[in-house]
C-alpha cells in the first residue's frame, strides 16, 4: 500500500494567515485561519502595511495551534507548501519567508502555489475533480471559463476584458458605500432589496468571454447623477440590481459553454463562489443540463492553507518542487503559465 502524503499549506496573500496540514490531497487534517478582516473593516479595505505586519505576529501561534492540534507530527510532513502569487507583496513574502525556513529547518521540500491553483483544487476537497471539468474561476483577480483536462491543464475558454467579477463586487460596494468586504456586503443588502434601476447588460454578444467595467461605470455615473439631483440612492435596490445582471451575465455565458462544450461536470473556484445567490443560480443551471456540479463548502472558498496544500499535492507527486529563489509575485496570472 502506498504511503499517505502530508502536505503542510501555507496561505497569506491577503489578510488571512492560514495553515493546514492535508493528507493524500484531499483530506483536511486540521486547518487554522486567523483573519484579520475586521481590523481592516476600520479602514474600508485590506491595508497593506498592516496586512503584512499582522501576518508576521499571528503566523508562528497559527502553526502552534496546528502543531499541537492535528495529531499531524514533524516526521510525518512529506512537503511544506505556500502561496507565491498572487497578491499583496509584503503579505506573500512573510508566508514564502516561514515556507523556506520551515523547510530548511525540517529538511522537507518546499512547494509554490499559484493562489488560483489553491482555489481551484479546494474542489479535490469534497470530491476528486472528474476530467474533463468545465471549470468557472470567480475571485477578485479571475473570471474565467476554462476546460480542465487534467491536472494542471487547462484550456481557457473565455475570460474577462477588463475587471474581475470580485473586483466589480467590491468597487460597486464603495461606489453605494457599503463596508469592506464588498462582495459578502453587496450580497446581504440585495437580499433585502428589489431590482428597481435599470441595468445595461455587460456584453450582449455569445463570446464566452465576460466584461464588468461598463456596469461599473453606469453605476458610478447612476450614483454621481442621482446624488447631483439631490436624489438618495436605495442601496439595498442598488446591490439587488448590480447582482442580478453580474450573476446573469455570468450563468449566461456558463450556460452557452455548458451547450457548446457538452460539459458533463463542472468545478467552481475563487472567492466569489462563496456567494449563496450564485451557488443557487448556477445549481439551477447545472440541474437544467443534467451537470454534475462541484463547489467547495464556503469554508474553503474564501482564502485558507488547505487549498494551498490540496494543489500542491498534483506537483508533489510529480516531484515538482520550488528552489530557494521562489519569491513573491504579487500579479501573475494563472492560466498563462504553463505548468
Ligand atoms: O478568490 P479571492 O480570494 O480573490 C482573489 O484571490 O483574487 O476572492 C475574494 C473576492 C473578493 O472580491 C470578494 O468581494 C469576493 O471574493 N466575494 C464575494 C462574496 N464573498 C467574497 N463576492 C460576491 N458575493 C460574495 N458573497
Ligand atoms: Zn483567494
Not at 112 to 141: K, Q
Not at 263 to 286: D, F, H, Q, T
Not at 307 to 317: C, E, K, R, T, V
Request: with cysteine; charged share 25%; aromatic share 10%.
Amino acid at each position: 500500500m502506498e504511503k499517505d502524503v502530508y502536505i503542510l499549506g501555507i496561505e497569506t496573500s491577503c489578510d488571512e494567515t492560514s495553515i493546514s496540514i492535508v493528507k493524500n490531497g484531499c483530506e483536511d487534517v486540521y486547518t487554522c485561519v486567523s483573519t484579520q478582516m475586521d481590523t481592516h473593516a476600520n479602514f474600508g479595505g485590506v491595508v497593506p502595511e498592516i496586512a503584512s505586519r499582522m501576518h508576521t505576529e499571528n503566523i508562528t501561534f497559527v502553526l502552534e495551534d496546528v502543531m499541537e492540534n492535528s495529531g499531524v507530527t514533524w516526521d510525518m510532513i512529506d512537503a511544506i507548501a505556500v502561496t507565491y502569487a498572487p497578491g499583496l507583496m509584503g503579505c506573500l513574502l512573510v508566508g514564502i519567508e516561514f515556507a523556506k525556513t520551515l523547510s530548511l529547518l525540517y529538511d522537507k521540500p518546499l512547494i509554490g502555489v499559484h493562489h488560483i491553483a489553491g482555489h481551484i483544487y479546494a474542489n479535490n476537497l469534497v470530491e476528486p475533480i472528474t476530467f474533463p471539468s468545465l471549470g468557472l474561476v470567480i475571485s477578485g483577480g479571475h473570471t474565467e471559463l476554462v476546460l480542465m483536462k487534467g491536472d494542471y491543464d487547462f484550456e481557457v475558454l473565455g475570460s474577462t476584458l477588463d475587471d474581475a467579477i470580485g473586483e466589480c463586487f467590491d468597487k460597486i460596494a464603495r461606489i453605494i458605500g457599503l463596508k469592506y468586504p464588498g462582495g459578502p456586503n453587496i450580497e446581504k443588502h440585495a437580499k433585502e432589496g428589489k431590482p428597481s434601476y435599470e441595468m445595461p447588460i455587460p456584453m450582449n454578444d455569445d463570446s464566452l468571454n465576460f466584461s464588468y467595467s461598463g456596469l461599473k461605470s453606469y453605476i458610478i455615473n447612476l450614483v454621481h447623477n442621482e446624488t447631483q439631483r439631490g436624489n438618495e440612492i436605495n442601496p439595498y435596490d442598488l446591490a439587488r440590481s448590480f447582482q442580478d445582471v453580474a450573476v446573469d451575465e455570468l450563468v449566461r455565458k456558463t450556460r452557452l459553454a455548458i451547450e457548446r462544450y457538452s460539459a458533463k461536470n463542472m468545478i467552481v473556484a475563487g472567492g466569489v463562489s462563496a456567494s449563496e445567490y450564485i451557488r443557487e443560480e448556477l445549481k439551477k443551471l447545472c440541474d437544467e443540463y443534467d451537470v454534475h456540479l462541484s463547489i467547495p463548502p464556503r469554508k474553503y472558498c474564501t482564502d485558507n492553507g488547505t487549498m494551498i496544500a490540496a494543489a500542491a499535492y498534483p506537483l508533489f507527486m510529480r516531484g515538482q518542487f520550488s528552489d530557494y529563489s521562489l519569491n513573491a509575485k504579487s500579479h501573475e496570472y494563472f492560466f498563462d503559465k504553463k505548468d
